[in-house]
């Protein structure tokens, strides 16, 4: 696994989710946790505790293993980020601890060469790093501009480390009713987005 250092587990696939507050960074990485153990692994799901009035920085992290995870401490070698706002890019250091074999999401209807992110995704891969207009598909599915479902979606496309279905399963036992089949609609567009995405980058 990339990005391991000696504290953490062998084996453990660790998500560091970046966002404002208001985003649903928490959330998002709950309902990652909630997908990854209703798929029979262990899970844990936090954030980091600063302000989070609305706007500010906020950070989020998952983490899950076949085994019991015994690591309670923030990431700082995440096998992916998640960046839920394009506009912290070049304010946080957003990729630090992310190695070679590392996945990138970031939410904009942008390619990453033109964020300036030639280099990372070079390092990466292209195929592990891809962008997605999260805010613009939650605006249109759920006539909000929440973008974690959407990403959430995303991330199982790009990764696959999480199923769709449990995905979509998370959401809707975060959300039941209209709100949840909203997200769920989203994190669908949002997966076959990245689909084909990454379906283009195979075939250049």
């Known amino acids: 696994m990339p990005g391991h250092d000696p504290g953490e587990e062998v084996g453990v696939f660790a998500v560091r989710i970046h966002g404002r507050g ?21 899970a ?11 706007g500010a920085p906020v950070v989020a992290f998952c983490r899950w293993d076949d085994r019991p995870i015994r690591l309670r401490e923030p ?13 912290l890019l070049h304010q ?10 590392g996945f ?27 962008t997605v207009p999260a805010t613009e598909i939650a605006r249109e599915c759920l006539g909000r501009p929440l973008p974690n479902a959407a990403l959430l979606g995303a991330f199982s496309a790009l990764t696959g480390e999480v199923s769709l279905e449990a995905v979509c399963g998370a959401i809707r036992s975060r ?21 084909r995405s990454l379906g283009r980058l195979a075939d250049a």
């Open 104 to 130: 990138l999401l970031v939410n904009t209807s942008r390619e990453p060469g033109d964020l300036g992110l030639g280099d990372l995704v070079h390092e990466l891969s292209s195929a592990h790093a891809v």
């Open 75 to 87: 990431v700082t070698d995440p096998d992916a980020v998640i960046v839920q706002d394009p506009t």
């Open 22 to 42: 208001g985003q649903g960074a928490v959330t998002a990485a709950e309902m990652l946790s909630v997908a990854a153990f209703n798929e029979g692994r262990h």
């Open 44 to 54: 844990q799901a936090f954030p980091t505790f600063g302000s989070e009035r609305t």
């Open 92 to 101: 946080v250091k957003l990729f630090a601890g992310l190695e070679i074999g």
């Open 175 to 195: 959300f039941p009713g209209e709100v949840g089949e909203g997200n769920v609609s989203a994190a669908q567009v949002a997966h076959e987005h990245v689909r």
